[in-house]
């Protein structure tokens, strides 16, 4: 065998073990979500062989009147959320990255201050804030508490794809007589929309699992995090494993749309680079 046919051999060899090894870590992180699928589909109270297949405990969760509030309730949330942190997201990416101030590194450090706090004290803070401002409990303290977890959150991926904008097209276009909203409108948010795209799914995904916020803040409301909750601690229904299925599957499919959005953005950028 030639050094050549070795070195090929070596190198299939090692991007093999390298595949295995990245598959073998996604497995390690899936099995959790996958073991819920399944228990979803067991026609029993308690998981147990044989396997009996049914689809009945998701017509159950669909029908139920309590799911179906608690999915009111989390939409009421949600929605909100969704629009308000993509906002105020991306206004804080984009004074970040397309503008220079004084303190701009520490105005990003203080921004994305609340993505490190531990979600369970960042409730205890926000409910604590709720109680002393005579705020109360409900739906909207929900929604402002989930803003602040979830706003850095967008600034963050919306930051990520400014960065990758070259700063030659914004001057191009001042050069030919833009002015700022001009400039924002016709440039510069189209170049980052998809980040803003990805930001927004982000944010309703996260959003729409938080538990530990809404867990200090909803008061007597019910969302769909604490029903199931509710439900394994004081009186597990097979209902439970499929709504968090159904849950599991909305943000799948949501997240790969972002990566997808995300991976078109990269090629566009490219090819303008490129011209």
């Known amino acids: 065998m030639s050094t050549e046919q070795s070195t090929s051999l070596a190198s299939r060899i090692g991007g093999g073990l390298w595949y295995g090894y990245v598959g073998l870590v996604a497995l390690f992180f899936m099995l959790p979500l996958f073991s819920l699928v399944i228990a979803s589909f067991y026609d029993g109270q308690i998981f147990s ?43 804080g990416a984009l004074a970040y990255t397309r503008h220079e101030f004084a303190g701009q590194e520490l105005f990003k450090i203080f921004a994305l201050l609340p993505i490190f706090f531990p ?50 097209l914004e001057e191009a276009a001042k050069d030919l007589g833009a002015d700022t909203v001009t400039l924002y409108k016709d440039v510069i948010l189209p170049l980052v929309s998809d980040g803003i795209v990805s930001g927004a799914i982000f944010a309703f995904v996260l959003s729409w699992n938080n538990y530990y916020i809404v867990s200090y803040l909803k008061g007597s409301d019910i969302t769909v995090t604490t029903w199931i909750h509710g439900r394994m601690t004081q009186g597990f229904t097979p209902i439970v494993p499929a709504l968090a299925s159904m849950i599991f599957y909305l943000s799948l499919t949501l997240l790969v749309i972002a990566v997808i959005i995300e991976l078109r953005g990269d090629k566009i950028k490219a090819a303008l680079s490129r011209d």
Request: cysteine-free; glycine content about 8%.
């Open 49 to 91: 062989f044989p396997y009996e297949f049914t689809t009945d405990w998701y017509a159950k969760a669909l029908a139920s009147s309590s799911v179906q509030s608690a999915v009111l309730t989390t939409a009421k949330i949600t929605i909100p959320v969704t629009i308000l942190s993509t906002i105020i997201g991306t206004a």
């Open 119 to 168: 979600l369970i004290l960042l409730g205890l803070g926000m409910s604590m804030w709720a109680n002393l401002t005579g705020l109360g409990y409900g739906v909207l303290p929900a929604i402002i508490g989930e803003l602040v977890w979830i706003s850095p959150i967008v600034m963050f991926v919306v930051s990520i794809t400014a960065l990758s904008v070259d700063p030659n």
